[in-house]
């Protein structure tokens, strides 16, 4: 059973607006969060992480929130711009890295 | 920078043959990690070396085989393939629980 849940597989957003995508995770012991962007035939690149002793982490355009009562997290990104669409992956480690199936956001002009 | 190096990018295989994928990296990362992509499934683990000389199972280990070379290099072995081995691979290196490395990812067709 998958331990980290995208349950969206696509997002569509307009250039300038919020883009939010969301990650469910069911392990209590994860203590390390972290997003991954990844565009076609290329490898995913790191994007922004967070650790469980914080709810929330900036990089720019980019913020994680982290809730782990609900054991949830999202990714923000503000302004979206066109050069954001990609697929994006969220990953929780405990030890070991898990991902989850990914989301595909398209940022239209 | 080089980063994270997989040999090939593109392989077809009949049924039951064998192949390798390499990995090579040149951040002096301690970990390395092999993943499989597959539509809908998201990256699965398939092997991973924590450090030289140590391999472990992650998800999906059946019917792979991987050696820790060295410091640098994590290779995976497909014994016999099969249909079901039809995937993007991918070969990550990390320090420690830091974030992962990619690679640039290898298709694998297996007919």
């Known amino acids: 059973d998958q331990q980290v849940k995208q349950n969206s597989p696509s997002l569509s957003v307009q250039e300038g607006r919020i883009s939010i995508l969301n990650c469910d995770y069911t392990n209590s012991m994860f203590d390390y969060f972290l997003w991954y962007k990844k565009y076609p035939a290329e490898g995913p690149t790191f994007l922004i992480s967070?650790?469980?002793?914080?709810d929330k982490n900036e990089d720019g355009r980019f913020t994680v929130f982290l809730n782990k009562s609900a054991k949830h997290l999202s990714l923000h990104i503000v302004p979206s711009q066109p050069g954001d669409s990609a697929v994006y992956f969220c990953a929780a480690s405990a030890f070991k890295f898990y991902f989850g199936s990914g989301t595909k956001l398209n940022v239209k002009p | 920078n080089a980063g994270v190096t997989q040999t090939p990018k593109f392989q077809v295989l009949k049924t039951g043959q064998s192949m390798t994928l390499q990995c090579a990296q040149d951040m002096n990362h301690n970990s390395m990690y092999w993943y499989r992509q597959d539509p809908g499934m998201g990256l699965r683990l398939i092997y991973y070396s924590a450090s030289e000389g140590t391999t472990d199972k992650g998800e999906v280990p059946n019917g792979y085989n991987v050696s820790r070379l060295n410091k640098r290099e994590f290779s995976l072995r497909l014994e016999s393939a099969a249909p079901s081995q039809t995937s993007v691979y991918f070969c990550a290196s990390s320090e420690a629980l830091g974030e992962l490395f990619f690679g640039e990812g290898s298709r694998l067709t297996v007919l």
């Open positions: 967070i650790s469980s002793i914080k």
